[in-house]
């Protein structure tokens, strides 16, 4: 099935009609992301949606916590009936899809996983359901972490053990999501960020480009993003903002 910029493959037993929804969110993040970040890459993705979990899972070495696997513009999803049942749908397409818009933003050059996945995180409006994915871990600690332990998740390979993965996984997913919600609501909002991806998908290093609209390089900033050095934002420290 091809629709505009998305393409979504599956196993030929599956009636691609019933997997138009999935087509039309991923449609759909393509705009809104676009509009966020102000331009779109020209190229299509590529999805795949394996049979079930299990597929899933042997496709990806992923447990369900973690929603697809990307290399380039070919993704493997979690199966769309699976994602839609637990409202996750639009969030994954969202999420996807912003990665893969920044990777050909930043023109290949490498940004942290913090950043990359945080922004995306933000993005994709995963605030709620990191609050709830976390709330039966609080009664035993912090739930957040410092930067270096949420690039160290992120970039590596999941934990063998399926539970401390999960665990450990939607921490850093929720730390790096802090960590942008900084960096857009109270350092510059949008524009400040576009103006630093451009600078850097023009050949700028990335540091520099930090440095001239962060006043910081990315190490920097990101010890000042800590999630850990500040209360997660709730209630009246939440600005107002319209929904994306």
């Known amino acids: 099935v091809s629709y505009r910029r998305v393409r979504l493959e599956c196993d030929p037993t599956v009636d691609p009609v019933g997997l138009m929804p999935l087509v039309e969110v991923l449609d759909w993040a393509q705009r809104g992301v676009a509009h966020l970040l102000g331009r779109s890459r020209p190229d299509t993705l590529t999805v795949v949606n394996p049979t079930d979990l299990p597929d899933y899972q042997?496709?990806?070495?992923?447990?369900?916590?973690?929603?697809y696997r990307r290399t380039g513009s070919a993704a493997v999803v979690e199966p769309a009936n699976v994602l839609f049942a637990r409202g996750l749908a639009l969030h994954a397409a969202y999420h996807l899809v912003t990665v893969w818009e920044l990777e050909h933003r930043v023109a290949g050059a490498e940004l942290?996983?913090?950043l990359t996945d945080g922004l995306a995180s933000y993005v994709a409006e995963e605030g709620p359901h990191h609050l709830s994915y976390l709330a039966m871990h609080r009664p035993h600690g912090p739930v957040v972490m410092p930067p270096a332990q949420v690039e160290a998740i992120l970039a590596g390979d999941p934990d063998p053990d399926p539970e401390t993965d999960k665990r450990q996984y939607r921490m850093a997913s929720y730390s790096a999501f802090l960590?942008?919600?900084?960096?857009?609501?109270?350092?510059?909002?949008?524009?400040?960020?576009?103006?630093?991806?451009d600078d850097v998908g023009a050949g700028m290093d990335v540091?520099?480009?930090?440095?001239r609209h962060y006043g910081h390089d990315l190490a920097s900033l990101a010890a000042q993003l800590d999630a850990t050095s500040r209360p997660e934002p709730v209630g009246d420290a939440v600005q107002a903002r319209p929904v994306h």
Do not use: K
Request: net charge positive; glycine share 14%; proline share 3%.
């Open 58 to 67: 042997a496709r990806t070495g992923y447990g369900f916590h973690r929603l």
């Open 112 to 114: 942290p996983r913090w």
């Open 179 to 197: 960590m942008a919600w900084e960096l857009v609501e109270h350092r510059g909002g949008l524009a400040t960020l576009n103006g630093f991806l």
């Open 207 to 211: 540091d520099q480009a930090s440095r």
